[in-house]
């Protein structure tokens, strides 16, 4: 038996892999190549270009990710409705997990775990916006828990809820896990990963302690951060994190975004964010697992595999 995702980030911290989405923008994907002409419609090219997709968990194996994250960051049914995919939520998660697992496999150096990336519903339940807080909280829970059965029946080793920016819609995407774990009959941890500014904040004004204090007793494995900065404006999160009880997840963007041509562009240098990173591992053991976000790429991940590895 191969040691499972929790026993493994017991014994040593975890390297999860970058951005998933700016890698599918290297390729240059034409209209033609996402599923019905749908430009944009990234978790798509797991049915349309899936040689596309396994290349790219394959790059960030090969720079020595021991996790990578499923294409499904935005295939709640809510999303997939948008693309007329709604109807087709659990076999698709399913599929994109599956097709994780397959490039795992070839890999035998080492355990290589499939995480299953759970998106933002694109509402924000506990705000009074007349189009984003009107949803009703059943359909947000049932989207994520058929979006979570899929993953599950995939073989994924863990659930990953990320870039949450409502605590609310949290509680919501992990009640919808249980929900998920009792119907397919098979336990795996789950992550919940909230998105700070650099002040601290989710978007709705939630800081980082109310939003643990909210979670923590929901019966996750771990909490994390991921998204919106880079580690420097974590580091006080994490300085508190890193006195609680759960384990940590920090993904952090390659620094902070800047605006060149309408364009968002991270410039970090993989060696940078490799520094920042390993001085937190240093300091504050609860820090289990690690990986970049948006900006960050395989070198990025190589230099943290070097980092952990030295």
Sequence with gaps: ???????????????????MGTEIQRLDPKPEDFPDGKDGFNDGLVLSRPEWIKEIHRSYLKA?????????FGSNKL?????NYGGQTVEFNKKAAQLAKQVCSEFKDKPRYVIGS?????????????????KPLDEIREAFTLQAEGLILGGADALLIET?????EVKLAIEACHAAMKNTGKQVPIIANITLD???????GTSVQAAYTTVSDMNIYAFGLNCSTGPVEMAPSVRWLSEQALPILVMPNAGMPHNEGGRAIYKMAPKDIAGALAEFVSKYDHIRMIGGCCGTNPEHIAELRKALDG
């Design 118 to 134: 759970m998106g933002p519903s694109g509402y924000l339940p506990s705000s009074n916006d007349p189009d984003l807080g009107q």
């Design 79 to 83: 999303k997939l409705d948008e693309y």
């Design 64 to 72: 020595g990710a021991d996790c990578i994250e499923t294409n499904t």
């Design 198 to 204: 650099q002040y601290g904040k989710m978007l709705l």
């Design 164 to 168: 949450s920016q409502d605590i609310l």
């Design 1 to 19: 038996m191969t040691e499972s995702f929790p026993e493994a980030a017991k014994k040593r911290v975890l390297l999860f892999d970058g951005a």
